[in-house]
């Protein structure tokens, strides 16, 4: 095998609806870097961005008594952090998506409606 090409990234910690990323991991071929592995997009959390979450979430719960903030304005600010690589991230599946996007609406200019 010369290299392996999956649409998406599933080779993060999370398993998955099909666990791949332990497949991947885990297969004699592909392990250790023997063969690489092509990715169209990627779409795992950047762990820098999971810890600064983190902490944002912990400090405002810390001050939420004073702050008078609810659990879901906390949540809503949480939300909003994002780093350079996941701002990055979320750019190319905007990309991917609008090109998918594209390609389904020319094709249904040449389908047939139902009679």
């Known amino acids: 095998m ?3 090409y999956t649409e998406r990234e599933p080779c993060g910690s999370g398993q998955g609806h099909a666990d791949c990323s332990t497949r991947l991991r ?33 400090k405002l719960k810390g001050k939420q008594e004073q702050s008078g903030l609810t659990d879901q304005q906390i949540a809503n600010r949480v939300k909003k952090i994002r780093t350079e690589n996941e701002k990055e991230m979320q750019a190319e599946m905007d990309r ?14 040449h389908l047939d409606p139902p009679q």
Do not use: F, N, Q
């Not at 004699?28 to 944002?56: F, H």
């Not at 609008?98 to 094709?107: D, E, N, R």
């Open 26 to 58: 885990t297969h004699p071929e592909l392990k250790d870097g023997k063969v690489p592995v092509y990715y169209s997009i990627t779409y795992r959390t950047d762990p820098d961005g999971v810890a600064k979450r983190d902490a944002e979430r912990a």
């Open 96 to 109: 991917h998506l609008a090109a998918i996007g594209s390609v389904w609406a020319k094709a249904m200019l």
């Open 2 to 4: 010369a290299g392996l």
